[in-house]
């Protein structure tokens, strides 16, 4: 049993894991580099993107694109497995980016919705064969929904790869009973480690920011928020906060389709996934869908204007001109607040991730920081490799600092790999 960190071993997104077993092959994750960063340019890889591919499957722990963005460079007929709402959701985001007219890459996002059709979608616990090597999928929290962590096993060897997951997140409190249960006797632990240097990045649990955001729409009559389409569990928390406080939710068409995904397949587990999408909730704390009009700004207008003035509104917003409109009007009011969702890096022009788009439409905007990571925290890392305890050693990937697990982790066999090297299993 062999495994090949392709690339990640010291860098945080476009991780490629390979694990071999008897000439049968299991890749965890195909992604893109994040933004800014230098595009480190691998050999082809036999069995993903050239050769045979009869041996061979791709499992995608979930659809940030620095995990699942390279996928239409794999080749055709090679089998792809994901989560069935991480699925529908990607499909959603990529059905969008292609119709973008000035989209540079529209391009590679209508070849990546080609290559979704064959995507197999996968429940969570569903035991799939390559071969020799079976792969569980485990249900864990992330800033993306329905995301996974994999148990690979084969040859006797258990092999735990934890995708990025957390420990501050809504449904983080299942992780320590999911692992006791399922992740005995595992031999070797494949670790994130995105917030290894940014101790302070998951400083707060998302229930209390949701709570924040709750007194901050008690106070503030008209609040916008600047988050990602697609960190739904944060939305999900901003549509609680706005009901609890009497405001209403506003959002656009692209969004409540995103919203819906999720509602349709989870709400019969738990309530937190059960919107009330027919506007039938009074006084306030309504759900209301702004539909864009031939390329218009999105806009308030008669009768819904009046009540959302009246009764005041939380309202998500994305760096896109259709809301540039709508949030300049507003920002001029005493009680408008805009709040920014998101991680600091992209505004920050020293960071290589730095978003202009994103920089610019804001710039204008007095901001108020509310945020906290999507990604584990050392006290929750601590946590995984204390339950699991793994027998023969932990291996970082998806960080920039591999050599800090062993700083941090000391009682722990801390394994270092370089990408593209072969290690035995």
Same mark, same amino acid.
């Given at each position: 049993?062999?495994?090949?960190?392709?690339?990640?071993?010291?860098?945080?997104?476009?991780?490629?894991?390979?694990? +071999?077993?008897?000439?049968?092959?299991?890749?965890?994750?195909?992604?893109?580099?994040?933004?800014?960063?230098?595009?480190?340019? $691998?050999?082809?890889?036999?069995?993903?993107?050239?050769?045979?591919?009869?041996?061979?499957?791709?499992?995608? *722990?979930? #659809?940030?694109?620095?995990?699942?963005?390279?996928?239409?460079?794999?080749?055709?007929?090679?089998?792809? #497995?994901?989560?069935?709402?991480?699925? +529908?959701? #990607?499909?959603?985001? +990529?059905?969008?980016?292609?119709?973008?007219?000035?989209?540079?890459?529209?391009?590679?996002?209508?070849?990546?919705?080609?290559?979704?059709?064959?995507?197999?979608?996968?429940?969570?616990?569903?035991?799939?064969?390559?071969?020799?090597?079976?792969?569980?999928?485990? $249900?864990?929290?992330?800033? &993306?929904?329905?995301?996974?962590?994999?148990?690979?096993?084969?040859?006797?060897?258990?092999?735990?790869?934890?995708?990025?997951?957390?420990?501050?997140?809504?449904?983080?409190?299942?992780?320590?009973?999911?692992?006791?249960?399922?992740?005995?006797?595992?031999?070797?632990?494949?670790?994130?480690?995105?917030?290894?240097?940014?101790?302070? &990045?998951?400083?707060?649990?998302?229930?209390?920011?949701?709570?924040?955001?709750?007194?901050?729409?008690?106070?503030?009559?008209?609040?916008?928020?600047?988050?990602?389409?697609?960190?739904?569990?944060?939305?999900?928390?901003?549509?609680?906060?706005?009901?609890? &406080?009497?405001?209403?939710?506003?959002?656009?068409?692209?969004? *409540?389709?995103?919203?819906?995904?999720?509602?349709?397949?989870?709400?019969?587990?738990?309530?937190?996934?059960?919107?009330?999408?027919?506007?039938?909730?009074?006084?306030?704390?309504?759900?209301? +869908?702004?539909?864009?009009?031939?390329?218009?700004?999105?806009?308030?207008?008669?009768?819904?204007?009046?009540?959302?003035?009246?009764?005041?509104?939380?309202?998500?917003?994305?760096?896109?001109?259709?809301?540039?409109?709508?949030?300049?009007? #507003? !920002?001029?009011?005493?009680?408008?607040?805009?709040?920014?969702?998101?991680?600091?890096?992209?505004?920050?022009?020293?960071?290589?991730?730095?978003?202009?788009?994103?920089?610019?439409?804001?710039?204008?905007?007095?901001?108020?920081?509310?945020?906290?990571?999507?990604?584990?925290?050392?006290?929750?890392?601590?946590?995984?490799?204390?339950?699991?305890?793994?027998?023969?050693?932990?291996?970082?990937?998806? *960080?920039? !600092?591999?050599?800090? $697990?062993?700083?941090?982790?000391?009682?722990?066999?801390?394994?270092?790999?370089?990408?593209?090297?072969?290690?035995?299993?």
């Amino acid at each position: 049993m062999k495994l090949v960190v392709h690339r990640g071993a010291k860098q945080i997104g476009g991780c490629v894991v390979e694990i +071999e077993s008897n000439g049968y092959k299991v890749f965890i994750d195909f992604g893109e580099q994040l933004p800014g960063k230098a595009e480190k340019i $691998f050999s082809p890889i036999e069995g993903l993107t050239t050769g045979d591919v009869s041996k061979s499957a791709l499992f995608i *722990t979930h #659809y940030h694109g620095d995990h699942i963005g390279e996928i239409h460079n794999t080749v055709l007929g090679l089998p792809v #497995y994901t989560g069935k709402t991480a699925l +529908e959701i #990607y499909k959603c985001l +990529e059905t969008r980016l292609s119709l973008i007219p000035d989209q540079i890459n529209a391009e590679k996002h209508k070849k990546i919705l080609d290559r979704i059709k064959n995507i197999i979608p996968f429940k969570p616990l569903q035991k799939t064969k390559i071969g020799e090597i079976t792969v569980t999928p485990l $249900f864990i929290d992330h800033s &993306a929904f329905d995301a996974y962590m994999f148990i690979i096993e084969a040859e006797g060897k258990r092999i735990l790869h934890t995708g990025d997951f957390r420990g501050h997140g809504f449904r983080s409190k299942i992780l320590v009973p999911l692992l006791k249960k399922y992740c005995t006797d595992i031999d070797y632990i494949i670790s994130e480690g995105s917030n290894i240097l940014r101790p302070e &990045a998951a400083f707060q649990s998302e229930q209390d920011l949701q709570k924040d955001y709750e007194i901050q729409f008690r106070k503030n009559k008209y609040s916008f928020v600047f988050v990602s389409s697609t960190n739904i569990d944060r939305i999900f928390a901003l549509y609680h906060a706005a009901k609890k &406080a009497k405001r209403c939710f506003v959002c656009d068409s692209y969004q *409540t389709n995103l919203l819906k995904i999720v509602s349709d397949n989870h709400k019969q587990f738990s309530k937190f996934y059960d919107i009330n999408f027919e506007q039938k909730i009074k006084p306030a704390g309504r759900y209301f +869908e702004l539909k864009p009009f031939n390329g218009k700004p999105l806009e308030f207008t008669g009768n819904l204007k009046s009540y959302l003035d009246k009764n005041g509104f939380c309202m998500l917003i994305r760096a896109n001109k259709s809301f540039k409109q709508l949030l300049s009007e #507003y !920002a001029k009011h005493p009680e408008t607040i805009i709040n920014y969702s998101m991680w600091t890096g992209y505004l920050d022009r020293k960071n290589p991730a730095f978003n202009s788009d994103i920089s610019d439409f804001i710039s204008p905007f007095r901001l108020i920081f509310k945020h906290t990571s999507g990604h584990a925290d050392v006290n929750a890392l601590r946590t995984l490799f204390k339950t699991v305890n793994p027998k023969c050693g932990i291996i970082p990937i998806h *960080t920039e !600092a591999p050599e800090k $697990f062993k700083e941090i982790f000391s009682e722990n066999k801390i394994i270092l790999l370089k990408d593209g090297l072969v290690f035995d299993i």
